[in-house]
T-cell receptor, first 113, second 113 residues
Framework: GDSVTQMEGPVTLSEEAFLTINCTYT??????LFWYVQYPGEGLQLLLK?????DKGSNKGFEATYRKETTSFHLEKGSVQVSDSAVYFC????????????FGKGTTLSVSS | EAGVAQSPRYKIIEKRQSVAFWCNPI?????LYWYQQILGQGPKLLIQ????????DSQLPKDRFSAERLKGVDSTLKIQPAKLEDSAVYLC???????????FGEGSWLTVV
């Protein structure tokens, strides 16, 4: 079935370090791909998205490129901040009527100063 | 613009008791979702509504869970009787229509003891 696999966490980094969180997917058809972020005590927020192969989503210094050949959508940021500490979820949508988001298990990022 | 509103934020009940959660989606959003997020896992879709009709409830444990969206706006999710494994965050989300960006509420945290 359709699924999303994320790297296991937690990921612990120092401020200004480079971040990569790996995400791969399995899907029938051509999904849209998303990264959602959940800050402590808050709801899920859309961070970025890409709707077709080779698209790059970007927001708040985060980037992810839709790679159809490797079925991946890795999240990257060049210099993380303490305020980036959160749980990050990779998700896909099959873009068909009646289908909703399918999420990975989430990766916890902890950034220290 | 107001976001997705959920209540109550926190609920503790004993097993075999019942509980109900309420959701008010963003104004004008036709599609409404209920997700269950167990600690350490990604959100899992329970039910999806399009206006007041059910689009997908294939993962809803119908022997104990029920949901309705009678007038195509607010929605309630009920659990009766609750089990220990129902302890989770129940997330409501909405989108303008299928295929549009999905916005999440802050969630209702349920603990079953």
């Amino acid at each position: 079935g359709d699924s999303v696999t994320q790297m296991e966490g937690p990921v612990t980094l120092s401020e200004e370090a480079f971040l990569t969180i790996n995400c791969t997917y399995t899907a029938t058809g051509y999904p849209s791909l998303f990264w959602y972020v959940q800050y402590p005590g808050e709801g899920l927020q859309l961070l970025l998205k890409a709707t077709k192969a080779d698209d790059k989503g970007s927001n708040k210094g985060f980037e992810a490129t839709y790679r159809k050949e490797t079925t991946s959508f890795h999240l990257e940021k060049g210099s993380v901040q303490v305020s980036d500490s959160a749980v990050y979820f990779c998700a896909l949508s099959l873009n068909q009527a009646g289908t909703a988001l399918i999420f990975g298990k989430g990766t916890t990022l902890s950034v220290s100063s | 613009e107001a976001g997705v509103a959920q209540s109550p934020r926190y609920k503790i009940i004993e097993k075999r008791q019942s509980v109900a959660f309420w959701c008010n989606p963003i104004s004008g959003h036709a599609t409404l979702y209920w997700y269950q997020q167990i600690l350490g896992q990604g959100p899992k879709l329970l039910i999806q509504f399009q206006n007041n009709g059910v689009v997908d409830d294939s993962q809803l444990p119908k022997d104990r869970f029920s949901a309705e969206r009678l007038k195509g706006v607010d929605s309630t999710l009920k659990i009766q009787p609750a089990k220990l494994e129902d302890s989770a965050v129940y997330l409501c989300a909405s989108s303008l229509d299928v295929g549009n960006t999905i916005y999440f509420g802050e969630g209702s945290w349920l603990t079953v003891v």
